[in-house]
């Protein structure tokens, strides 16, 4: 997210500049790990499947955003910083052909009882909300529709991410290669049991 001053409105403006997950789902019996002591708890919880919905719902259908806005936050801006549009991010010829179908006046519910992840536990249990993806289409195969997942083991492909995104126009990229091999000045320890 970022500040923007707004001078004649002498009032603060929050830019949303992209959504993602940082999924990372742990199940009931590993988040008891840390039932008596807090340090112990796998840090994480589930969203990758949540979340074109939720922004959908908190951000478009509350009138925070458009919906040409939520097409920028959770699509073309983020292919653009990990530097892969217009691969990524972008309906166009030669582009990867990953499109969804969502329908605002269809809605959602979320729950452990019907996601498609293996944990038993959903940080969003019960949540309701405007809006549903009706089909996913993958790299130009559909694999998504009628609530019927359609993906096929192994058809993933990885996707290699170039440095010096847009960010980095105008900065001398000797000076970020110095930057990035810098340490953090904190020694840092593991907690042990
Ligand atoms: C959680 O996952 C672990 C590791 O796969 C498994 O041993 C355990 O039975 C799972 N617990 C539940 C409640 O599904
Ligand atoms: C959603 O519902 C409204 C009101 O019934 C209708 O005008 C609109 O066309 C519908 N939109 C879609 C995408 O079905």
């Known amino acids: 997210m970022r500040f923007v001053q707004e001078p004649n409105l002498n009032l603060m403006l929050l830019l949303v500049q992209l959504v993602g997950t940082d999924h990372c789902s742990f199940n009931s019996t590993q988040k008891a790990l840390g039932i008596d002591d807090f340090r112990k708890i796998p840090n994480g919880v589930n969203g990758i ?7 959908w719902d908190t951000m478009v259908e509350s009138g925070q955003i458009s919906a040409i806005d939520y097409v ?3 699509s073309t801006e983020c292919a ?6 217009p691969r990524k991010g972008a309906i166009l010829a030669g582009s990867d052909a990953d499109i969804i179908i969502f329908n605002p006046n269809s809605s959602f519910e979320i729950s452990a009882s019907s996601h498609h992840s293996r944990s038993d536990t959903n ?13 996913t289409i993958s790299g130009g195969r ?24 847009y960010l ?8 970020t290669t110095y930057l990035s091999s810098l340490r953090a000045p904190v020694k840092r320890s593991r907690a042990t049991s």
């Not at 499947?49 to 922004?55: G, K, P, S, T, W």
């Not at 653009?80 to 549009?85: D, P, Q, T, V």
């Not at 969003?124 to 009706?134: A, D, L, N, Q, S």
């Open 80 to 85: 653009k910083l990990f530097n892969i549009y």
């Open 168 to 175: 980095f126009d105008g900065i001398d990229k000797a000076e």
């Open 123 to 135: 940080v969003y249990e019960g949540i309701r909300g405007k809006g549903k993806v009706e089909v």
């Open 72 to 74: 920028r936050v959770t």
């Open 142 to 165: 559909v694999v998504w529709e009628n609530d019927d997942l359609k993906v096929v083991p192994g058809s993933g492909k990885y996707v290699e991410m170039p440095p010096y995104n």
């Open 49 to 55: 499947e949540e979340r074109m919905h939720l922004v």
